[in-house]
């Protein structure tokens, strides 16, 4: 498992270089100074660079370049770290991969002014990227160029559709499993899904093949974000760099609490509500509550179901890249689709 970990960690490291340094170039000319250091802020704070990585695996495993991806999976990374800043305001969240929030750092209006900045140098570095595609056919650069941004504007509307789902759940112990899962895909998997999409758009693949990345990518996605929900019960404090069992203790709503509502008999199911409203209304219950959802979430099996879930998805993920011919990117595809279940935070 460990080695795993390390494994794709170094790769990510690697890649992650030059997706910085495009970054650092794309917002060095922003001004006023706070407004800069606040935009570039997050992308130093050691964050896995693991959509943009996706999206240059990609591209390399389909025939394309570094160079010729390496805009459009930098544009990835700031849509995330554009929703990343927004979330924190929305949430009220202090801390962001262990340093302060910027809204904490720089107050909410440069926050907000950040994030609409990253959103927007996003889509100006795929417009810029049209100059690095390895093609000789502008028509074929242009239409590259035009679908990743519609991929990239897709992603960012389902993120926001995402968000507001979320928010809608709060307090509302009758969501299903199927309308979890599409707040999920939207909130978290929509932009994995565009990245690898991106990276086969922008590495000349065929639909046939854009299509199966894309699906990668969705599923990736949605096991990244139930493995969230399965961590946040088994992991420890030090890895999570959260106290385990806060998604209990808030009283949100992950697959976990959906699937034990659904199958829990009146009783569990009431008190497993009760706690849940505690949570939800003070923001912090009692370890005493958490320990008890915990014992009814063991009784149903909900906690293994989820993890279960989140296999399946990454079993169809890997059954995909068989679209794709053997290399070293598409091995790393498939390491990164059973790091995401591996990963401890």
């Not at 170039?25 to 001004?31: E, N, W």
């Not at 407004?35 to 943009?52: D, Q």
Request: aromatic share 6%; with cysteine.
């Amino acid at each position: 498992m460990s080695n795993i970990n390390e494994e794709v960690s170094k790769i990510l490291g690697q890649y992650s270089k030059d997706i910085t340094k495009e970054i650092e170039d794309a917002l060095s000319s922003i001004g006023p100074e706070d407004l800069r250091e606040a935009s570039i802020y997050l992308t130093k704070a050691g964050g896995k660079m693991l959509r943009p990585s996706l999206t240059v695996l990609v591209s390399e495993s389909v025939g394309g370049t570094i160079t010729s991806s390496i805009k459009a999976a930098a544009a990835i990374e700031l849509i995330h770290t554009f929703s990343l800043i927004h979330d924190d305001i929305m949430d009220k969240d202090d801390m962001r991969r262990g340093k302060p929030s910027v809204h904490k750092v720089w107050g909410e209006p440069v926050a907000i002014l950040a994030g609409d900045t990253l959103f927007s140098k996003a889509y100006e570095l795929v417009i810029k990227s049209k100059d690095e595609i390895n093609s000789n056919n502008p028509e074929e650069c242009l239409n590259r160029v035009n679908r990743t941004l519609s991929t990239v504007a897709d992603a960012c509307v389902k993120i926001c559709e995402g968000q507001a789902q979320d928010m809608g759940f709060e307090g509302n112990f009758d969501v299903n499993e199927e309308e979890y899962l599409e707040m999920i895909f939207k909130k978290t998997g929509a932009l994995i899904a565009a990245a690898t999409e991106s990276g086969a758009i922008m590495g000349g693949a065929d639909a046939k093949t854009v299509s199966a990345m894309y699906d990668y990518g969705k599923l990736i996605g949605l096991a990244f974000q139930i493995q969230d929900d399965y961590l946040d019960l088994v992991s420890d404090v030090d890895s999570l760099g959260k106290p385990v069992g806060s998604d209990i203790a808030e009283g949100k709503m992950t697959i976990i609490v959906v699937n034990a509502l659904n199958n829990a008999n009146e009783e569990d199911k009431n008190r497993l509500i009760e706690i849940l409203k505690i949570g939800n209304e003070s923001g912090n219950c009692e370890q005493v509550y958490i320990d008890e959802a915990m014992e009814i979430f063991e009784k149903y099996g909900s906690i293994q179901y989820a993890q279960d879930v989140a296999l399946a998805n990454v079993k169809k993920a890997k059954e995909l890249l068989e679209v794709l011919p053997d290399s070293e990117a598409k091995y790393t595809l498939s390491l990164i689709a059973d790091f995401v279940l591996q990963r401890k935070n």
